[in-house]
């Protein structure tokens, strides 16, 4: 929550004191510094005056004097350097196995897992179908299979859904395979180092990396391909949605039937247990692994211009005050795990990279769904897409990538923008009523039609259908829609899924 919101200020310095506690004691000191990390650089979010938080520290801060671009036909250290050691890791071993000198950095250690990862079928098969595990090793990384997934709305329905996020997945041993791949192939690992600034020339970018630690010089390296992977920490992750979590591995919850216990065999999708409050519209996420263990999230969709330095530790005030309004237990923190989720509506300008030598990955680049934000799937779907397009762009840096935007991505940018500006005071309950009606209408509507739209599979036409639907329900929808997006965004938004629906003609 923001500071002094919901009590006296004295009474919310407090909470926000025992989150880090509860954070630092089941993370550790390492943990915790990230979570600041991610905090403080929200002050380089797009429209945010660098100046609105003087303590923050971005990668992107530039220290000393600028660098100088290599000339051309310079010799590079590298191939590909990767700045940003999280999932993007992945693509390290891939770009090495094609017979690149490839380097990762990160300022903390590579492939340390600060996120959960749940995925459909088709994202577990794509682990192995890169070529990067075997069938048996993906096996193996799988913790939890679901039954089903829900859909939950305060004062609404329950709407259940097969086959999306039905797998839990084993994030720490996943990164802690691929970094072992990577090294195996000689790929360079520079835990602790923070890219600080780069330079582009005709044939390599320049790159001042340093150690992550106060007074720090940076050293020089160089690469014929910088792939910015820093996710929302990139000074290019200019996305206009952003999706701030908070939660981690839970233990206590309580089992068995019943909406504030845990099924093992059931993964929550999205739910709500209140209206719009201090401005926002919060959801829960549950997705139990391993026996007893269950990964919680809260998190809210915000303009990229409305999430200031310290939201992640505000949320984890809140998470921990109420998360017994969502499960019953005696529960107890084992890993926490947080983000800052950049999405883009499709309604203004995708992230762009600076340069030709520079490539978005990720978060960064925030290709993934804006409503359902499962950059998770989205990645490991095209692994071996971006990785063939980055292999590609080491010899040519204008070829275009192989990766499309799925066609759904043209509607559902809106309704998150749409869900980032809830209405408050007397008209709080509408945000959640809305939500009831579009998945009372997505479930009526059959579970494949249902679940496509989660997985990001929907077709233009069940969009537009589903649209009309929950209009044809919900006549408010169109006060609503026209409150809280500007006129022009309206009419991209149009635009967007009429050129979606002739191209699927």
């Excluded at 499962?374 to 397009?389: I, K, P, Q, S, Y």
Aim: overall charge neutral; proline content about 6%.
């Amino acid at each position: 929550m923001r500071a002094g919101a919901g009590g006296a200020p004295g009474i919310a310095a407090r909470e926000l004191d025992a989150a880090r506690a509860r954070v630092r004691e089941a993370g550790g000191e390492a943990l915790l510094a990230r979570l600041e990390h991610l905090d403080a650089a929200r002050c380089a979010a797009p429209g945010r005056a660098r100046d609105h938080a003087p303590d923050c520290a971005p990668d992107c801060a530039r220290p000393g004097p600028a660098l100088r671009a290599p000339d051309r036909g310079a010799a590079a250290d590298y191939d590909v350097v990767i700045a940003g050691g999280g999932l993007s890791l992945l693509l390290a071993p891939l770009l090495a196995a094609a017979g690149l000198r490839v380097a990762v950095l990160d300022r903390a250690r590579i492939g340390a897992a600060h996120r959960e990862w749940n995925a459909g079928t088709a994202e577990v098969a794509a682990l192995s179908a890169s070529g990067l595990f075997s069938p048996a090793e993906v096996e193996r990384l799988v913790l939890a299979r679901y039954a089903e997934g829900l859909c939950r709305w305060y004062g609404g329905g329950t709407y259940p859904v097969r086959g999306v996020l039905d797998h839990a997945i084993d994030a720490a041993g996943l990164l802690a395979a691929a970094r072992a791949r990577a090294e195996a192939l000689g790929v360079a690992l520079l835990d602790g180092h923070a890219l600080v600034e780069h330079a582009e020339g005709p044939d390599a970018v320049a790159l001042a990396v340093a150690e992550a630690r106060a007074g720090a010089a940076p050293r020089g390296l160089s690469a014929r391909l910088l792939v910015d992977a820093r996710g929302a920490a990139s000074p290019y992750a200019t996305a206009d949605l952003v999706c701030p979590t908070v939660g981690g591995v839970l233990t206590g919850l309580a089992e068995g039937d019943g909406e504030r216990r845990i099924r093992p065999d059931v993964g929550e999708i999205l739910a709500t247990t209140e209206n719009v409050e201090e401005g926002r519209q919060h959801l829960w996420e549950a997705f139990p692994g391993r026996p007893g263990e269950t990964t919680v999230y809260l998190f809210y969709y915000a303009r990229a211009q409305d999430v200031g330095p310290g939201a992640l530790l505000s949320l984890y005030g809140r998470f921990f005050r109420l998360l017994s309004r969502y499960k019953e237990g005696d529960a107890r923190l084992v890993r926490p795990t947080f983000g800052f989720i950049p999405g883009w509506s499709r309604l203004s300008a995708a992230p762009r990279a600076p340069g030709r030598r520079v490539r978005l990955v990720g978060d960064a680049a925030a290709r993934h769904s804006p409503l359902t934000f499962c950059g998770f799937g989205a990645n490991v779907r095209e692994l071996a897409t971006t990785a063939a397009d980055l292999a590609r762009a080491v010899e040519d840096p204008g070829a275009p990538s192989a990766a499309r935007d799925a066609p759904v991505h043209a509607g559902t940018g809106a309704l998150a923008a749409l869900m980032a500006r809830p209405a408050g005071g007397a008209r709080a309950g509408e945000m959640n009523a809305l939500l009831n009606t579009a998945f009372a209408v997505l479930h009526a509507m059959g579970n494949d039609v249902y679940a496509a739209l989660l997985r990001d599979e929907m077709q233009p036409a069940d969009f537009v259908r589903f649209l009309r639907e929950t209009a044809a329900r919900r006549p408010e929808v169109y006060r609503e829609v026209v409150g809280a997006l500007p006129l022009r965004a309206v009419a991209r938004w149009g635009a967007g899924l009429a050129r979606e629906l002739y191209r699927a003609r």
